[in-house]
């Protein structure tokens, strides 16, 4: 699985970073957030999918390779 990330959708809510820091970071400037790892370990998809799922702006997906 890849995370992909819309940040140009993303409303710096920080819900991500929340639910799976290991994943997702926001910046300094804007709180815009981007990806760390695009193929996170199985043991964090968990994570993943409820950043997905809680992001107020459905700006990441889960994308099957």
Do not use: T, Y
Request: glycine share 4%; net charge negative.
């Amino acid at each position: 699985m890849r995370v992909e990330l819309d940040e140009p959708k993303c409303v710096a809510s920080g819900q991500c970073v929340m639910a799976a820091p290991e994943v997702f970071d926001q910046r300094d400037e804007d709180g815009i957030a981007f990806v760390l790892d695009e193929k996170p370990p199985a043991d964090l998809l968990e994570d993943v999918r409820e950043a997905v799922a809680i992001c107020p702006a459905a700006a990441i997906r889960l994308v099957d390779q």
